[in-house]
């Protein structure tokens, strides 16, 4: 199982950045696929997750209204639109993939990409 983000990057308040995972090593209907991020000296927290097989998306509150989930099917992408950046934002940002029904705890994640960091400036 392989999960690769991409798309962090330096970007002032009220910026946007669009993250991209891509999916190789596994069944992908089987699967929902998270966000998750974390700054420095905080614990890892969840962003967004989508269940692949229904498209059925869930936020976090910190990041509802202003980032969107999606998947590509014909990429094999879990991609993150977000929009309204702020400060409080700045963090490492990793996908993850889990076979389990509960969305947004970390210990319920199988396998995790390297993350990629996203930085917003003041």
């Known amino acids: 199982v392989q999960l690769q983000a991409s798309g962090g990057g330096l970007v002032q308040t009220g910026g946007s950045l669009r993250l991209s995972c891509a999916l190789s090593?596994?069944?992908?209907?089987?699967?929902?696929f998270g966000w998750f991020r974390q700054a420095p000296g905080k614990e890892r927290e969840f962003v967004a997750s989508?269940?692949?097989?229904?498209?059925?998306?869930y936020y976090a509150d910190s990041m509802k209204g202003r980032s969107t989930i999606s998947r590509d099917g014909a990429e094999k992408t879990v991609d993150l639109q977000m929009n309204s950046l702020k400060p409080e934002d700045t963090a490492i940002y990793y996908c993850?993939?889990?076979?389990?029904?509960?969305?947004?705890?970390?210990?319920?994640?199988?396998?995790w990409g390297q993350g990629t960091l996203v930085t917003v400036s003041s």
């Open positions: 090593g596994l069944t992908v209907l089987d699967n929902v």
């Open positions: 993850a993939a889990s076979d389990l029904p509960v969305l947004n705890s970390v210990s319920n994640y199988h396998s």
């Open positions: 989508i269940t692949w097989r229904n498209g059925r998306k």
